[in-house]
């Protein structure tokens, strides 16, 4: 296992030093990807073009041994790393009930895609990552994923803030994290992610 990752941190810092110039204008960044065979391989990574006016690329591109950049899509990875960021590959789907919409997490229904993996533990804090097509800035809807369940639960509703309700149901166990939540004491999916994974039991 040692001589897996010293040759993975070998080759990282090889094509580093190597690929600065190279690639220092078209912004790839040291990472991996995790196939769906569970091997790791490390290279060089982008999965979006440059402000202004860019675009989150649906594959990741890799250059590392090969001449070319390689192409991956959620159905290729369980996961990839770009930088000191995280995405999974989560099945993904929704569907409304009732004038509310779900989202669900379940293998072989909907499609797959990549969301940014912020949090992992108990509750898993995800980030769906995408572009205003009229603003061309990047946006990021946070959904939570607590223990096994199949369902994401969506956050936050636009400028109106936390949803309040679904996030009660959904941290009934924690009723502290639910009083500091009603009184305005977390600023940020992030926060509350944390605290739940720290401080709940």
């Avoid at 649906?58 to 000191?84: E, H, Q, T």
């Avoid at 500091?180 to 605290?195: C, H, N, T, V, W």
Wanted: proline share 4%; net charge positive.
């Amino acid at each position: 296992m040692r001589i897996i990752y010293t040759f993975c941190f070998c080759v990282i810092f090889l094509l580093e030093v190597a690929s600065t110039s190279a690639f220092s204008q078209s912004k790839y960044k040291s990472g991996y990807v995790v196939n769906n065979q569970n091997d790791t391989i490390c290279g060089q990574l982008r999965d979006r073009s440059p402000d202004p006016n860019g675009k989150i690329f649906k594959k990741v591109r890799m250059k590392s041994f090969w001449i070319f950049a390689k192409r991956y899509g959620p159905s290729d990875l369980n996961s990839y790393k770009i930088g000191s960021d995280i995405y999974k590959s989560i099945w993904y789907d929704s569907y409304s009930e009732l004038f509310s919409v779900f989202h669900v997490s379940i293998p072989e229904q909907g499609k797959k895609v990549f969301m940014k993996l912020v949090v992992d533990g108990r509750v898993k804090l995800y980030w769906d990552e995408h572009r205003d097509p009229d603003s061309v800035y990047e946006e990021a809807i946070p959904f939570f994923q607590k223990g096994s369940s199949q369902e994401l639960i969506r956050v936050t509703q636009g400028i109106l803030g936390f949803k309040s309700k679904y996030l009660a149901n959904l941290f009934a166990d924690c009723p502290e994290l639910v009083k500091r939540m009603r009184a305005g004491l977390f600023e940020s999916p992030l926060e509350m992610a944390d605290y739940y994974n720290g401080y709940c039991n």
